[in-house]
C-alpha cells in the first residue's frame, strides 16, 4: 500500500521560504506524477504543480514565480519550496500521486493517493 | 474564484439519490478527462471517479460519474449519513496549463 507523509516547519514568517518533503513508501516514484496541492482553511483545492519520476516539472502558472518543486527518487522523496510567503499562503498542503497525466492527447489528472496533509501557517 | 463552477451545497435523505455538477468550459472540461473526490471532515482529499466515470478499487458502485459537453456530473445513489462530506472535481485546463478544481459541494444527508 502507497503511503505519503509531508514533513516540514509548521510556522514560516512572511517574506521568507516555506519548505516541505514528502516521503513515499510501500512503492517506486517510478512510472508517477508526484504532485502538491494545498488548501486554505475552509477553501478549496489549489494544485501547485507536479514532479514526474525522468525530473519533467510543471507548475501552477499563478504560483510559478515563487515556487520550486524537486524530487530525489533515490531516497523516495520529493519536495516543495515556496518563497516569500504572505498569509495568504497558510493552508493545509497535501502530497499526491497521479498515475497519469493525459490519456492520449486529453489532459486526464487523478490524484490516487495523498498524504495526510499539514498545516503551515505563516505568521510573525 | 474557481475555474470550475460548483453548487456550494446540496441535501437529500439517506436512500435517496443526489446529484452534483460541475461546470467549465471548451479549455477544460470540454476537451479533457474529469475527476472526483470526497473529502470528509478533517481528512484528506479521495479518490472517487477518474476518466469521467471510472472508479478506483474499492469505491461502491453508488457512486458514478457521467461528462456531457463542458459539464460533468457526479451521481450518488443510496445516500447513507458516511457521505457526508465536501466534494470536488479536476480536471487539466489546456488554456492555464493547470491542474483546476470547483470550489467544493458540500453534501448533508438530512
Known amino acids: 500500500q502507497v503511503q505519503l507523509q509531508e514533513s516540514g516547519p509548521g510556522l514560516v514568517k512572511p517574506s521568507e521560504t516555506l519548505s516541505l518533503t514528502c516521503t513515499v513508501s510501500?512503492?517506486?516514484?517510478?512510472?508517477?506524477?508526484w504532485s502538491w496541492i494545498r488548501q486554505p482553511s475552509g477553501k478549496g483545492l489549489e494544485w501547485i504543480g507536479y514532479?514526474?519520476?525522468?525530473?519533467?516539472?510543471h507548475y501552477n502558472p499563478s504560483l510559478k514565480s515563487r515556487v520550486t518543486i524537486s524530487g530525489d527518487t533515490s531516497k523516495n522523496q520529493f519536495s516543495l519550496k515556496l518563497n516569500s510567503v504572505t498569509a495568504e499562503d497558510t493552508a493545509v498542503y497535501y502530497c499526491?500521486?497521479?498515475?497519469?497525466?493525459?490519456?492520449?492527447?486529453?489532459?486526464?489528472?487523478?490524484?490516487?493517493?495523498w498524504g495526510q496533509g499539514t498545516l503551515v501557517a505563516v505568521s510573525s | 474564484q474557481s475555474v470550475l463552477t460548483q453548487p456550494p451545497s446540496v441535501s437529500a435523505a439517506p436512500g435517496q439519490k443526489v446529484t452534483i455538477s460541475c461546470s467549465g468550459s471548451?479549455?477544460?472540461?470540454?476537451?479533457?478527462?474529469v475527476s472526483w473526490y470526497q473529502q470528509l471532515p478533517g481528512t484528506a482529499p479521495k479518490l472517487l471517479i477518474y476518466?469521467?466515470?471510472k472508479r478506483p478499487s474499492g469505491i461502491p458502485d453508488r457512486f458514478s460519474g457521467s461528462k456531457s459537453g463542458t459539464s460533468a456530473t457526479l451521481g450518488i445513489t443510496g445516500l447513507q449519513t458516511g457521505d457526508e462530506a465536501d466534494y470536488y472535481c479536476?480536471?487539466?485546463?489546456?488554456?492555464?496549463?493547470?491542474?483546476?478544481f470547483g470550489g467544493g459541494t458540500k453534501l448533508t444527508v438530512l
Open positions: 499526491a500521486r497521479l498515475p497519469q497525466m493525459t490519456v492520449g492527447s486529453a489532459g486526464a489528472p487523478s490524484f490516487d493517493y
Open positions: 510501500g512503492g517506486s516514484m517510478r512510472s508517477y506524477f
Open positions: 514532479f514526474y519520476y525522468t525530473g519533467t516539472i
Open positions: 471548451s479549455s477544460n472540461i470540454g476537451n479533457n478527462y
Open positions: 476518466d469521467n466515470n
Open positions: 479536476g480536471t487539466w485546463d489546456s488554456s492555464l496549463t493547470a491542474v483546476v
